[in-house]
């Protein structure tokens, strides 16, 4: 959830409080929890068994970038011998540098394909936590479930994070 949503949903909750004090309503106490949602997320099975997942799936690319950086530093140490040819330097500079270019595409290409995965993945666990907290809320009576990140203080007993998490795994068991 963005700190921007996160702002406008504790300021449309504070103008309603203000507002009951306003008409002359006494408000009731409000009912208040708090998530660390990052966290909630993150430690879901669904979330942990995709993170596996993309590690395995990349796992060979990584392996042939590792295996192309060990192969720079060849080429590296190959150069600095002395009474090294000029021109089997020449040639062995050219090949550093196609390389050097080659693992930059690759790791260019593999960040970029591994974050837009990640995002969907976190995107649909995203709102389908923002679905079981408000369950919760529900359930619980709460009027209002503050992200850890916008608190400075909080009583342990307010945070959700845990129960949250075991809502999400029971809601959306893994396959």
Known sequence: MSSQ????????????????VVFGQAPGPVKVA??????AVADTQEIQ?????????????????????????TIQQQAQAPNIA????????????????????????????????????LGKAGRQMTDVVKKIAEERGLD?????????????ALDITPAATAAYDKAYPIK
């Open 86 to 121: 000029p021109d089997r330097e020449a040639t062995l500079q050219a090949e550093f540098t196609q390389k050097q270019k080659q693992l930059q595409r690759l790791n260019e290409d593999l960040q970029s394909d591994v974050n837009a995965e990640r995002q969907d993945v």
């Open 144 to 156: 209002i479930v503050i992200d850890i990140t916008n608190t400075l203080y909080f009583k342990p």
């Open 34 to 39: 708090i998530i660390n949602a990052q966290k």
């Open 49 to 73: 068994k995709a993170q596996a997942a993309l590690e395995a799936k990349y796992k060979p690319r990584q392996q042939a970038m590792e295996g192309l950086q060990r192969e720079l530093q």
């Open 5 to 20: 949503i996160r702002s406008s949903l504790l300021l449309i909750v504070m103008s309603a409080a203000m507002s009951a």
